[in-house]
């Protein structure tokens, strides 16, 4: 299938590097990726091999972790990127951030029903974890976005998870909201 156009591998695993390259090298017409990534189960992801054989691609929805390391990964590979759906995602504030200012084609971000977190607070013992993003992040999003996405302080689907959750038990392998409801998404280059 080498000119598919839109690819979604909900939590997946491959089984090397090399088969993961040869695929995505042929996927050369490819615009729009949906990606569960699941870091315990299969690793880092080839953000690189994607990035190099998919140069056509300007809709990313990436679920899953996404740290510091992830983003820079992200505004390396991806500069073309016009559409950002990070929805149901455990993120690192700092890594948001990065995505913002450094992707510069980037028109659209989707931060709904995600959990948010700020390494440099979590160090000075400041409650730095939660399901709604920092003011900081709503403004630079709103200063250099076209639009930005993200859940109002009293969404139910967040209250929900979050109740399930304490900041004992927080840890980005307990959150998997996408586990039912990955096919969705604010962004229609995403809907499944």
Not at 4 to 22: A, D, M, T
Request: proline share 3%; hydrophobic share 40%.
């Amino acid at each position: 299938m080498p000119n598919i156009e839109k690819l979604v591998l909900p939590r997946w695993c491959y089984h090397n590097k090399k088969s993961f390259r040869f695929a995505f090298s042929r996927w050369k017409n490819l615009k729009t990726l949906i990606i569960a990534h699941d870091h315990n189960l299969n690793g880092g992801f080839e953000f690189q091999a994607v990035g190099e054989n998919c140069i056509n691609l300007t809709n990313l929805k990436y679920l899953g972790y996404l740290h510091e390391y992830n983003a820079e990964q992200i505004v390396r590979c991806f500069q073309k990127l016009k559409r950002l759906s990070l929805r149901c995602s455990f993120l690192c504030v700092r890594g948001v951030l990065s995505l913002i200012t450094g992707l510069q084609n980037h028109v659209i971000l989707n931060l709904t029903h995600c959990v948010f977190h700020d390494v440099a607070l979590l160090r000075q013992n400041v409650p730095a974890i939660g399901p709604v993003p920092s003011d900081d992040l709503v403004q630079a999003a709103t200063q250099k976005l076209d639009k930005l996405i993200k859940c109002s302080h009293d969404c139910s689907f967040c209250k929900a998870w979050w109740e399930r959750l304490t900041l004992t038990s927080l840890d980005k392998s307990r959150w998997h909201p996408y586990d039912k409801d990955w096919r969705n998404d604010e962004i229609e280059e995403f809907v499944f």
